[in-house]
Every structure is written in C-alpha cells, then in structure tokens.
Nanobody
Framework: QVQLVESGGGLVQPGGSLRLSCAAS????????MSWYRQTPGKERELVAT???????NYADSARGRFTISRDNAKSTVDLQMNSLKPEDTAVYYC???????????WGQGTQVTVSS
C-alpha cells in the first residue's frame, strides 16, 4: 500500500527552526516529484516547495531563502528544513508525491507546525 508519513512538526518560537521529514513506501519513490504543501483552517492548501525526480527545486516566494527541500532516494524520504520561522508559517504541512504526467498522486496525513511565542 502507498504511504506518505510526515514527522517533525511541533511548536517553535518565531525565529526558530524545524525539520520535517516524509517517509514514503509502496511506490517507486525515485520516479516521483515530491512536494511540501501547507494549509491553515481558513486558507486553501498552498505549495511550499517541490523537488522533482531529477532533483530540480522550486520554492514558494514565502519559503525561498528560509526553507530547504531535499530528497534521499535511497531512503525514500523527502525533508523540509525550515529556518527563521514566522507565525504565518503556522499550518498543517503535507507531503505530496506525483509522477510526471500525474498518473499517480499521493498525499500524506500532515503534520502540525505552530510558530508562536
């Protein structure tokens, strides 16, 4: 069965850091583009960062310069290092996997990130 399991969320003060990890199983991880999305209760789910199967990276403007996405195909994991966190980064963060032509799309269950004093 396909699984994407996020971990690493929690409570952090503004300016702090968190590292999220997504562990994938049940599909050919190396063939998928991997992304991190986030969602707050009153907002649409938004793309934070993507790393393609070929290793190309794209960031949302809000994340660029503060967040770093990386993948380890040997471990079937994708991470999101989040630095200089702001209260507006508070959200549920979701791991997302997609093949190039979107024949297969998978979502994780999400992990809560709260940035607050």
């Amino acid at each position: 069965q396909v699984q994407l399991v996020e971990s690493g969320g929690g409570l952090v003060q503004p300016g702090g850091s968190l590292r999220l990890s997504c562990a994938a199983s049940g599909f050919t991880f190396s063939a998928y583009s991997m992304s991190w999305y986030r969602q707050t209760p009153g907002k649409e789910r938004e793309l934070v960062a993507t790393i393609t199967a070929g290793g190309r990276i794209n960031y949302a403007d809000s994340a660029r310069g503060r967040f770093t996405i990386s993948r380890d195909n040997a471990k079937s994991t994708v991470d999101l290092q989040m630095n200089s966190l702001k209260p507006e980064d508070t959200a549920v963060y979701y791991c997302y996997a997609q093949t190039f032509f979107a024949e297969y799309k998978h979502w994780g269950q999400g992990t809560q990130v709260t940035v607050s004093s």
